[in-house]
């Protein structure tokens, strides 16, 4: 097995070139339940290519998904296995799965469930705050082993690319951006089979055996006129003249504060002579325990799915790919994810500040026209209470109600338009400054064609303020 490609948008090395719903002829739609969430096929709001970055989104909020797609099955017996994808939270995901999920040839497509058996799944499992991980699930006699490490993921909005390699020596690697974040031997991290040492039950700690590191210094004593009685009795209280023991009991004083009190005495502490050290109990080879060579051996993988659950939808999988050649999968890594990672992340940073910016505006706006709303109604009030006062005196020549009413919302219209127009050439010169920042271009050249590819661009990104006049920055 060189390599099993399972593009999302069909240009993968068993795709066939299908376009753009030619992926629906391979990916198959679960009918276990009527109410899966749909995916739809998008680069998302971020990408370096529009179509080349195209991958399988989850499109409705609070649902299960269920899809997958068939390939010729095959075996990693004596062969390394490599699993990879890359996925982008461009959500902003709170709590859901961005996993992936290897099936055997046996599995109905059309009836595939979260309970349907599986060999593996891998990849990232967020929910809340601290709760993100890397999920590495293996399929042993019968039973799911969950990896005993932590191996936390990403949880930005950034495409990330996630690797499982499984070796034929029994250790794996899990790699990130093609960079190691976990690595060691299959039996060491995952509980498949008993443990190799047992602590011997026959062993028995020594009863002289000292683990005190310190210990209180026999030799220290305590001065004799040292005072630890807080309070003491009166020296001057006189017993009542009319105290009678037999009805009133022993007569004791009050007490007071002892002036000469310094507290409970303790001897000073010392390292212990005899200190021994943490006693171990000893360990000796566990009779149950016995090598397994087939761990993780699986004879007919041929289904590759995606069975999520999602609160907040949005989630973008791409770039699956299966093979037995790391070095391989690290060179796919490199021409997919690495190639689109930086204008990804700049689209998306342009498009935070700008939103930023916006929103200050707007704060801005929404601020001076309360305060101009209301210095009008005091100044209404004025008018008013003018007018009651001319017609009291019986001016003739003062202008009808209606007509001043009017004139006050047409100049009151006119600042509001004159507002908006300020706000538009303000964000107009910040999309300016953030596309020139460092004097470095950080737009794609292919933006730079002509000026509706940038009015275009300022579109798909929700910017509602934009000049057709606007120059994008000179190439480099």
Known sequence: MAGISLEAAGGGAESGGLGTDGWKKRW???????????????????????????????????KFYALSTRFKPFSNVNETLVVQFSVKHEQGIDCGGGYVKLFPATLNQEDMHSESEYYIMFG????????????????????????????KCRINKDTHLYTLIIRPNATYEVKIDNQQVAAGELEDDW??????????????????????????????????????????????????????????????????????????????IIDNPNYQG??????????????????????????????????????????????????????????????????????????????????EEEAKLKKEKEEEEKDDIWGLEEEE??????????????????????AFLHKNEKVLVDQKDELCANIISEVKVILRRKNECIVPLSLHSDLENVSVFLQEIDFDYYCPTTKPCSSR
């Not at 198959?28 to 989104?57: C, I, M, N, W």
């Not at 990232?124 to 490490?149: A, S, T, W």
């Not at 700690?205 to 220290?220: F, N, Y």
């Open 28 to 62: 198959v739609e679960s009918k276990h339940q009527p109410d899966y969430g749909k995916f739809q096929l998008t680069a998302g709001r971020f990408y370096a290519d529009k179509e080349k970055d195209k991958g399988l989104q989850t499109s409705e909020d609070a």
């Open 124 to 151: 990232p499992d967020i929910c809340g705050f601290g709760n993100n991980k890397v999920q590495v699930i293996l399929h042993y006699q019968g039973k799911y082993h969950e990896n005993n490490k932590t191996i």
């Open 191 to 268: 509980d498949f089979l008993p443990p190799r040492k047992i602590k011997d039950p026959y062993a028995r700690k020594p009863r002289k055996w000292d683990e005190r590191l310190q210990i209180e210094d026999p030799e220290d004593k305590k001065p004799e006129d040292w005072e630890d009685s807080e309070y003491i009795p009166d020296p001057e209280a006189k017993k009542p003249a009319d105290w009678n023991e037999a009805m009133d009991g022993e007569w004791a004083g009050p007490l007071i504060p002892n002036v000469k009190y310094k507290g409970q005495w303790k001897p000073r």
């Open 278 to 359: 943490e006693w171990i109990h000893p360990e000796i080879d566990n009779p149950k325990y016995k090598p397994d060579p087939t761990i993780c051996h699986y004879y007919n993988i041929s289904v590759l799915g995606l069975d999520l659950w999602q609160v907040k939808s949005g989630s973008i999988f791409d770039n699956f790919l299966l093979t037995n050649d790391e070095e391989f999968a690290e060179e796919v890594g490199n021409n997919t994810w690495g190639l689109r990672k930086d204008i990804e992340k700049q689209w998306r940073e342009l498009h935070e500040e700008i939103e930023k910016r916006k929103q």
């Open 385 to 406: 209470n003018e007018e009651d006062s001319e017609e009291e005196l019986g001016n003739d020549g003062q202008m009808p109600g209606g007509e001043a009413e009017g």
